[in-house]
């Protein structure tokens, strides 16, 4: 306001704004602030956040964080039903899940209930996945699951965007996954399965032994330092959508 010019009151300038369409005013407050010095003594409470994927051995939610800002790969040396409740419970939290396989009409009942792809999943062939446009906004699951070799991926994993592949037993490509892995679900195999694993994933014997005799819907969840046996455990839409939990499809 230049030196001439008259003095206005708050109630008349605020009257003035109304006339000229700028919005009501809002409420007046003392403004907020810390010191450099005071940064440090704030905390922001920061829980697990991902899909619930089961329980522990304590009957605790287990919970796998999907989407992430680097590159996440995941094995899971199992059962296709395992995989699509993952797949079904990423896609309930909003990640967009593009699933790579040979058998899509194992698939395509959890797309039509999901809307027909509309609404979050979509079915490609083998070799057939386009590039999917990950952001943090827009966070991608791909699953593959291409049988006991699959081939090199054209969509690979990286920032926002996990891969979850599926073995349905101990193949010859299978350490090689494994180790480009950052986390391994195995499931029940067999005894000379369990023992390549074993030497594969460095497991202990007690690890080992219990592999054959995994119930369904139990799987071993190993990265490099950490173990933990999770039970799935379906809702009632997921079982009349996917059944009852089972290690062969």
Known sequence: MGRGEPQT?????????????????????????VTVDQLDTLALPVADDGVVIGVDAESRPAVLGLNRPLPYDVVLIGGLWTVQVIALRAAATGTRV????????AWMPMVH??????????????GRVPPLGASAGTPV???????????????ASGPWQSVLTLLPYVSPVAPRLVRQARLVGIQRVSPDEATELGRTMALTRAEMDSLPGLSDGLTLWCTDRDRQY????????ETGLLGTPRRMD
């Open 9 to 33: 009151s708050v109630p008349e300038r605020a009257r003035e704004l109304l006339r000229h369409g700028f919005g009501l005013i809002g409420p007046r407050h003392p403004r907020h602030s």
């Open 98 to 105: 593009a699933v790579e396989t040979a058998r899509a009409q």
């Open 113 to 126: 209930a999901m809307g027909g792809g509309q609404n979050g999943m979509a079915v490609y062939d083998v």
């Open 141 to 155: 699951l791909v699953v593959r699951d291409c049988g006991m070799r699959p081939p090199r991926g054209r969509v």
């Open 230 to 237: 999770v039970m799935t455990q379906p809702t009632d839409a």
